[in-house]
């Protein structure tokens, strides 16, 4: 199991899919935690010339040189095959390390992994407001209208005021009139919350399950966009977001620009942007782009978050090299390093969700038998890796089968 974004933890070593397949072919069950992350700190902290060491290529060297020494340390025979799993950027990174390690990864299980990079990745938003749309045309219809409200407030220096209160803003809109960052950082952060739900719908993770947050999805959020007693669509968006604060445990929604970049420009491996937030933001500038920005047209979202107030981030927090310029040149780069959609690999399965807005950038449709994709219709991001649960859908049950099959046949059992 590949590490990503996160410390990894004891939990996906007893629950999940690859530890019920693990215990099918009598496997052998290793976690290795991404570098930079979790608890595995390289460097004495986390500045600019020390993040040069966090990239996806020296993450699969890491990756390669682990499978080396776990066969030394447990006297593996050469019989024994190693098959690779992860969720995301980690579904990535396990079809990543088949294509440039397959004389170690036998196989590998890449799910909900986004192959392709790009710097405006605009298409996202599209896939969440269909996501809306395909539960309720009138739900996309009131959350389009309800961002529109909020629009036609901000073009008034007297009704801005009513945001405050009413999205519980820890600072006051109305003394950003005129900041852009602001701006674009509070729709941004408003549309989010739209995109959290629908990217993981209805899943099983752990983490969330029976928790506030873990009970909200996007019929949730329908029934709160579809609710007439509150006439106007902007009071209906300001419930779904006091129900995402309390879900959360924040007391107000913190917009500032200027205190977001103070915070990731942080390098101590004890900040609280630590856990993550920093070290992925330097691989979306450095490799990926990613940008989930407000270009689409037309935008439910507003378009108030455009690709550039996500360059200005690099720009801010990492130096005015990593400008629009580097961002085209790096993942124009990374594309060439692991060949995106075009990738010539074997013995992958690629697994998406139409749910979920990442399957845009992945493989969701098979070309070669040798690697085969499976779009589970109805399901989110990563759900093919979490516990298996009886209201799971029949479509997602079917590819947990399909999922142990193929690496059946990899194995030649």
């Known amino acids: 199991m590949i590490g990503g974004e996160g410390e990894a933890t004891d939990v996906w070593m007893s629950n999940g899919a690859w530890v019920e397949y693990g215990k099918q072919f009598k496997a052998i069950l290793f976690q290795l935690e991404h570098r930079f992350y979790g608890k595995s700190h390289p460097t004495e902290d986390l500045s600019i010339d020390n993040l040069k060491y966090l990239t996806s290529e020296q993450a699969l060297a890491d990756l390669a040189i682990f499978v080396n020494a776990m066969n030394k340390k447990y006297n593996l025979s050469s019989n024994v095959k190693w098959i690779a799993f992860g969720g995301s950027y980690p579904g990535s990174l396990a079809a990543w390390a088949r294509l440039k390690y397959p004389h170690l990864i036998h196989g590998s299980v890449s799910s909900s992994g986004p192959l392709l990079a790009i710097p405006d990745f605009q298409d996202y938003f599209q896939v969440v407001a269909d996501d809306l749309k395909n539960v309720d045309e009138l739900c996309y219809t009131a959350v389009k209208e309800g961002f529109a409200q909020i629009d036609l407030l901000l073009q008034s220096k007297d009704l801005i005021k009513n945001l405050t209160p009413l999205f519980h803003l820890c600072d006051p809109l109305e003394a950003s009139i005129g900041n852009e960052q602001d701006i674009a950082n509070f729709f941004s952060t408003l549309a989010d919350n739209f995109a959290g739900i629908a990217q993981y719908n209805k899943d099983n993770r752990l983490s969330t399950k029976g928790t506030a947050l873990g009970n909200i999805t996007l019929d949730t959020v329908c029934n709160i966009m579809n609710n007439n007693s509150e006439v106007k669509e902007i009071n209906r968006l300001a419930t ?3 129900l995402m604060l309390d879900a959360t445990n924040q007391t107000c929604l913190d917009f500032m620009y200027s205190k977001m970049i103070s915070e990731i420009k942080n390098i101590s491996f004890d900040a609280a942007t630590s856990e993550g937030s920093r070290q992925w933001t330097f691989q979306t500038c450095n490799e990926f782009g990613f940008y989930q920005s407000s270009d689409k047209k037309p935008q439910v979202f507003s378009d108030k978050f455009p690709v550039d107030f996500s360059i200005k981030q690099c ?5 005015a090299k990593f400008n629009s310029t580097y961002l085209d040149y790096v ?10 959609l075009d990738i010539e690999v074997s013995n992958v399965v690629f697994v998406h969700g139409t749910v979920d807005p990442w399957h845009v950038l992945g493989i969701t449709s098979t070309v070669t038998q040798n690697a085969p994709a499976i779009l589970i219709k109805g399901t989110a991001h990563c759900a093919d890796m979490y516990p298996a649960a009886d209201e799971d859908l029949p479509q997602l049950k079917a590819a947990r089968v399909e999922i142990a099959q193929h690496i059946e046949s ?3 059992l």
């Open 240 to 242: 779904f977001n006091k």
């Open 410 to 412: 990899w194995l030649d």
């Open 315 to 319: 720009e801010d927090i990492f130096g």
């Open 331 to 340: 993942t124009e780069r990374t594309n060439t390093l692991y060949g995106a």
